[in-house]
């Protein structure tokens, strides 16, 4: 099993910028390609941002493309999202989450997943 815990989730202005971490623990996770998903309140959750193993490859929602970058440090087991250019849109609950092998964009793909961690943006 994999265990991931989001952190980094807080209160931020419009405009501002925040740095999300995923710790991953249970085994390690340089095989995996890991995601940010997100929902907001009434909403599906939604695929934000993922990266391949390797770190060669990620791919973006439109919505956050050009302000958000997902990196990962596999040595440090972790992987990050750092969110320049903060909307009140981007106010949800942020999931990180990891599939064995390659990337993929859809929700069901992916078999574990963190707790989440609330980022609030203020107009």
């Known amino acids: 099993q994999v265990q991931l815990v989001e952190s980094g989730g807080e209160l931020v202005q419009a405009g501002g910028s925040l740095r999300l971490s995923c710790a991953a623990s249970?085994?390690?996770?340089?095989?995996?390609?890991m995601a940010w998903f997100r929902q907001a309140p009434g909403k599906e959750r939604e695929f934000v941002a993922v990266?391949?193993?390797?770190?060669?490859?990620?791919i973006y929602a439109d919505s956050v493309k050009g302000r958000f970058t997902i990196s990962r440090d596999n040595a440090k087991n972790t992987v990050y999202l750092q969110m320049n250019s903060l909307k009140p849109e981007d106010t949800a609950a942020y999931y990180c989450?990891?599939?064995?092998?390659?990337?993929?964009?859809?929700?069901?793909?992916?078999?574990?997943w963190g707790q989440g961690t609330q980022v609030t943006v203020s107009s």
């Open positions: 989450a990891a599939r064995y092998g390659e990337m993929w964009t859809r929700l069901k793909n992916y078999n574990y």
């Open positions: 990266i391949s193993p390797s770190a060669v490859n990620s």
């Open positions: 249970g085994r390690t996770i340089s095989s995996y390609s």
